[in-house]
């Protein structure tokens, strides 16, 4: 097992290939899959020839960015993962942050735990310039994980889809942080 990092409560570590049943399971829920897909769960055969195999290929080229695999450190349960990663469109030092976390961990502050660790880790080892989030204007659970992970609102857009789901009518926001502002705390 490759450990990316630890918190209190989590292991942050490499996905395998013998994560897929995890995955499958994660997105099979329809509450977690609700602010991506209206609550479609991804099919099996898409997570294993394509989601899995694009997380296992960020370790080979980046440095300290990809996905990670949370695991609760006393029971060894998966939980789901965190993503740190810049984006192609992004500018160089911009990383965004994401998360994707069981139902059955919601509300116990693992996704702010998780997040800070990486914006930490982000600015002390990898030179971030600028950590950010987005998701869905409605998803009031993730944006109360980003100001808990010191995330500040910076904006408020419209990705124009063609299939939106349920709430994609008010928008997205964009929640970010910067290395100075990241200092200050």
Do not use: C
């Not at 998701?135 to 609102?153: C, I, Y």
Request: aromatic share 14%; net charge negative.
């Amino acid at each position: 097992m490759h450990v990316f990092l630890e918190t209190e409560r989590l292991v942050l570590r490499r996905f395998t290939s013998g994560d897929v049943d995890n995955l499958v399971e994660l997105d099979g829920d329809p509450e977690v899959m609700r602010y991506l897909t209206g609550g479609k769960p991804t099919p099996a055969e898409e997570i294993r020839d394509d989601y899995l195999p694009a997380f296992l290929s960020y370790y080979d080229r980046f440095d300290g960015y990809g996905f990670w695999a949370a695991i609760e450190k006393t029971t060894g349960e998966f939980l789901g993962w965190f993503h740190f990663r810049p984006q192609p469109s992004d500018v160089p030092g911009d990383v965004e942050l994401g998360y994707r976390l069981r139902k059955a961990a919601w509300g116990k502050g693992y996704g702010s735990e998780g997040s800070r660790a990486l914006i930490d880790k982000g600015f002390t080892e990898f030179g971030v310039r600028r950590v950010y989030a987005q998701t869905m204007a409605v998803n009031t659970g993730s944006r109360r994980v980003m100001e808990k992970s010191g995330l500040r609102f910076v904006k408020k857009f419209d990705l124009g889809l063609h299939d939106p789901i349920p709430g994609t009518e008010h928008g997205e926001v964009e929640y970010a942080i910067t290395r100075e502002e990241w200092a200050a705390r």
